[in-house]
């Protein structure tokens, strides 16, 4: 059984910095491309980053580009998202997903279809 559950959200004020984490398990880490999305109320759920297997390469949205920072531990089932400069239009709930099929480069793994596993979401909110 294939478990994502995120960590690290909270209330932040506007230019500090969050890190969330995401542990997996009941998958083969290292062969599988993780992502995180993120979902204001009343919105869809928008890309923010992915990583590919063995984390050389990676993938912003243009709005978190040179302020958020995906990252992996394959040793320890890990995925992470480091989150500067916030701003109150990150707020969000924020999920980590997986897929272990092979879709191509991380190109490909820019939405919600693209991925076979969710995490419960985790609540980030920015205050002005």
């Known amino acids: 059984q294939v478990q994502l559950v995120e960590s690290g959200g909270g209330l932040v004020q506007a230019g500090g910095s969050l890190r969330l984490s995401c542990a997996t398990s009941?998958?083969?880490?290292?062969?599988?491309?993780m992502g995180w999305f993120r979902q204001a109320p009343g919105k869809e759920r928008d890309f923010v980053a992915v990583?590919?297997?063995?984390?050389?390469?990676?993938l912003y949205a243009e709005s978190v580009e040179g302020r958020f920072t995906i990252d992996r531990d394959n040793g320890e089932n890990l995925v992470y998202l480091q989150m500067n400069s916030l701003k109150p239009e990150d707020t969000a709930v924020y999920y980590c997903?997986?897929?272990?099929?092979?879709?191509?480069?991380?190109?490909?793994?820019?939405?919600?279809?693209?991925?076979?596993?969710w995490g419960q979401g985790t609540q980030v909110t920015v205050s002005s």
């Open positions: 997903a997986a897929d272990g099929r092979s879709l191509g480069s991380i190109y490909s793994y820019t939405r919600p279809r693209d991925y076979s596993y």
């Open positions: 009941g998958l083969t880490f290292s062969t599988t491309t």
């Open positions: 990583i590919s297997r063995s984390g050389a390469n990676t």
